[in-house]
């Protein structure tokens, strides 16, 4: 067991990985949680400047394999 979390679902131990997204040209990235709602930009697709923006952390429990996420530290976008 990775960190002290306990399964909200069946109170095993949880361990701790990631969720990646694949970007331009397949590159692989952690994803990111992006305050707010979501809006449209014709230039980026969407807007995201001067919102609070952070890695999601992700955590799978070892006896019934729920999935948990929380976010992590502050992070660029």
């Given at each position: 067991m990775d960190s002290d979390l306990l399964c909200s679902k069946c109170g095993g131990g949880m361990i701790r990985g990631f969720i990646f997204d694949r970007g331009d040209y397949n590159?692989?990235?952690?994803?990111?949680?992006?305050e707010g709602e979501p809006e449209s930009s014709f230039w980026s697709g969407l807007k995201t400047s001067g919102r609070d923006a952070r890695t999601v952390d992700a955590y799978r429990c070892t006896g019934c394999s729920r999935l948990e996420f929380f976010a992590g530290g502050t992070t660029e976008i």
């Open positions: 590159f692989k990235q952690q994803q990111v949680w992006v």
